[in-house]
């Protein structure tokens, strides 16, 4: 089969690989319908992570279950699945915990087993991973399903750590594509104001579509005084930080008002470790973290399903898997909010 | 009047300073009836924190309202108040918010006004800062009283802010008097399982009393390591860090569960920052800070006057305030919980 590769930095290579097959009892295979390119695979894209040897890339895919192993009994073949960013059993403390990227024996695409940019994939701990919708969805579903294995569980859990409930005001760091789910979760939680970052004009409307009431421009101190204004004053209650560097973090602790919280799903690149006598003064709360969105997919599905939630306006270019090298250019270059991918 | 001066390094000496008077409409004078060390006076104790110039020391005491400026209406001459350990308008948006510590017009006892080891104090922003209770209590319920104007507000703060309710889990760093009293507002809010550090009989004996339901003598990574083998192999759900020490904070670190939550409200001493890698791994919240006990009044007023709440088994020594010397000396050589000093 066809899968992707990187070989170091910016040289990502469509290239044949060994089909996978069968090799634990809960395994399954999966054939690929779609995937998509995340911005944390930029990281090693761009070089700040190494790549010491070829390794395959992406963890966002939807597709048909091709054959399953002897101990699968949760998913059959040609059932529609949907695959979260992380691999997870379902049963340990952990999972039963709601926390299902600490699962005992999780693991990752990628590095534990292949790749999701490609044309199969093997699926370890089926039971645990994968979650079948109803029927096999039309064509036009896709993405928005796909967009439930990271990007939208994502930034619902950068609401949920943040306690984004009725009423509450929101600051959205980030209009990449889990910025910009983060502020679809918040609307969809009740959030009162919705205030998202954004210098994109293409990015900004999205933000509005999903649900933001006000656009800042401004960054850093200027962009938290603007925040201030918006909401009488104060900073934000709750702010969503979806990017994960230095500035972003510096940018939520700047926005969020005394006593209020900061949840956080931005991949902490390089940190800094987050200043505790700032927050012990401040009662600033940040939680978040590798977002276990397994524990969200039945919930999020049901929506996307009976039509009260769309985030497919995030994937904004639709490429064949033969261009992927295309689509990490575009979303390394900024000229995609996220590239779908269709072997 | 007397009051209490800090001169340098384990140098306290009650002193004759002027007497204070109202200086703003806002003020009330109160004749303290009853006042106690705390922890963080310790740091300038001890010279971890420098005293440049001598200081006036205590932020907790009850008393009773001697005068009133023209503009305070909430409190009357020989009502009996309970003072938290920072003054509040309870008017600005972080008042109205439950943030009283960050009042927009906030002051700090000692710094900005009279300390509270001494015989009379001036009361800024009475009206916001003061809780008077219905009538003058006997004498048996002040020590309950005055744990309220930190301690217990402290330790309730640290378990609200890790979230703790029925059938949680929760370790608790710390056996001072705020970590006992975190035991205290753990079984109050519903914890099923209250695990208490600490290596000291007498205040094991208090944490079983105040609804430890285990202690672990142990610390570090072994400690941590039996709080998990005691709730069933994985970490607390909770834990709540009650010193501000850089091996407190990593004993909390290394005792909550994945997806689990610190609250914290030691004042940070010298760090360390917060290692957002690991936070970020294991979806770990941390929340807390310096506690707005001004705001949990009222609530835990009513609990202490009806009988369901006493937190005075955390004074453990009573002395005149002529003594407050060696009520520092007996709190920084640990042979108190906490003294009372009674002017």
């Given at each position: 089969m066809r899968a992707t590769v990187l070989h170091g930095p910016k040289d990502v290579r469509l290239e044949d690989v060994p089909d996978p097959r069968?090799?634990?009892?809960a395994d399954a295979l999966v054939r690929v319908t779609a995937a998509c390119v995340c911005g944390s695979d930029l990281w090693p894209y761009r070089g700040?992570?190494?790549?010491?040897q070829p390794r395959r890339l992406g963890h966002e895919f939807v597709g048909v279950v091709e054959e399953t192993g002897a101990a699968v009994t949760r998913v059959r073949p040609g059932d529609f699945v949907i695959a979260p960013f992380a691999i997870s059993d379902g049963t340990c403390p952990h999972c039963r915990n709601g926390v299902t990227t600490s699962c005992e024996r999780g693991q990752w695409w990628g590095s534990d087993t292949d790749g999701?940019?490609?044309?199969?994939v093997r699926v370890p701990l089926a039971d645990g991973t994968l979650v079948a919708t109803p029927g096999v969805p039309d064509d036009a579903q896709v993405p928005a399903l796909l967009a439930l294995s990271d990007v939208m569980g994502t930034g619902h859990h950068a609401a949920r750590a943040a306690r984004v409930r009725p009423g509450r005001t929101v600051a959205v760091v980030g209009d990449g594509a889990v910025g910009l789910c983060a502020v679809l979760a918040a609307r969809r939680l009740g959030a009162e104001r919705i205030v998202a970052f954004s210098r994109h004009r293409d990015r900004q409307a999205v933000a509005r579509r999903f649900g933001a009431t006000d656009v800042v421009e401004l960054r850093g101190d200027e962009g938290a005084a603007a925040v201030r204004e918006l909401l009488g004053g104060v900073g934000a209650d709750t702010v969503l930080e979806c990017v994960g560097t230095r500035e972003s973090m510096a940018q939520a602790l700047a926005t969020v008002r005394p006593g209020g919280a900061v949840g956080y799903v931005g991949v902490p690149a390089g940190g800094p470790e987050l200043p505790i006598d700032r927050l012990f003064g401040t009662n600033v709360t940040v939680g978040g973290g590798v977002a276990p969105v397994r524990a969200y997919l039945p919930e999020l599905l049901d929506d996307v399903l009976d039509g009260t939630l769309d985030p497919s306006p995030v994937f904004d270019l639709e490429l064949p898997l033969a261009e992927v090298a295309e689509a990490y250019a575009a979303m390394d270059e900024r000229r995609t909010i996220k590239p779908l991918l269709r072997p």
């Open positions: 069968i090799e634990d009892p700040i992570r190494p790549t010491p999701a940019q490609g044309e199969f």
